[in-house]
């Protein structure tokens, strides 16, 4: 994974008065922290992190003038719940060569049998591997798969030199048999009936049912 430079600036204000002042300059308050130093406040331009921050696990080298140019990963990224946009990042320092522990995606490829269902039962898996040489995530094929297969943590093929990091037999892929019209219908009633909802009867049933023989 490519690195991205980021040109930062230190912060020396600090509280929610500060942060907003940031933010209305289109710049982002971050932190810096790990390796045993102390946390290392700064501001980062708003539209470039928003960029690097596209990309899961993007390796940032931080440049702060007067300082050491700095590699981190972005540890936690705190988003506006309506803009979307980034309120502050928490960066963790990392070293060339070091090995680190994060999480990326599965990506499944390939068509199962017909009349089977897919279910994706972990999209994330945690490995470890250089902080250098994150993989953007892993692909899984599912071609030709029938239903009851199941592919584990232990049948992913990952790239060299990354290594994983959960349980060899945590279940990733599952597949099974899609459910018929019927199944569905008869799953939607009985979920209904433990909810107490009724079904009102069809237009034609009920017609019937108010209108009496002679």
Request: aromatic share 0%; net charge negative.
């Amino acid at each position: 994974m490519a690195e991205v430079k980021i040109q930062a600036e230190s912060r020396t204000e600090f509280g929610k008065g500060a942060a907003r002042r940031i933010r209305r300059d289109h710049k982002v308050p971050a932190v810096l922290y790990g390796h045993g130093t102390d946390p290392v406040h700064i501001t980062l331009p708003g539209h470039d992190t928003m960029l690097a921050l596209k990309t899961a696990n993007a390796l940032l080298l931080i440049e702060v003038e007067g300082s050491e140019s700095l590699l981190a990963l972005p540890k936690q990224v705190q988003r506006d719940p309506i803009k979307n946009t980034i309120e502050h990042v928490d960066l963790v320092i990392v070293k060339r060569g070091e090995k680190v522990q994060v999480d990326i995606a599965v990506h499944i490829e390939g068509e199962a049998v017909s009349e089977t269902l897919v279910v994706l039962e972990n999209a994330t898996i945690l490995v470890e591997a250089e902080a250098t040489h994150i993989p953007d995530g892993v692909t899984v094929s599912v071609e030709g798969l029938e239903a009851g297969a199941q592919i584990h943590a232990s049948d992913l093929e990952l790239p060299a030199g990354t290594t994983l990091a959960i349980e060899p037999d945590t279940l990733i892929v599952n597949v099974t048999a899609a459910s018929t019209a019927e199944q569905v219908e008869a799953e939607l009633a009985e979920a209904e009936a433990g909810a107490g909802i009724e079904r009102d009867e069809p237009a034609a049933e009920a017609a019937t049912a108010g209108v009496s023989g002679d």
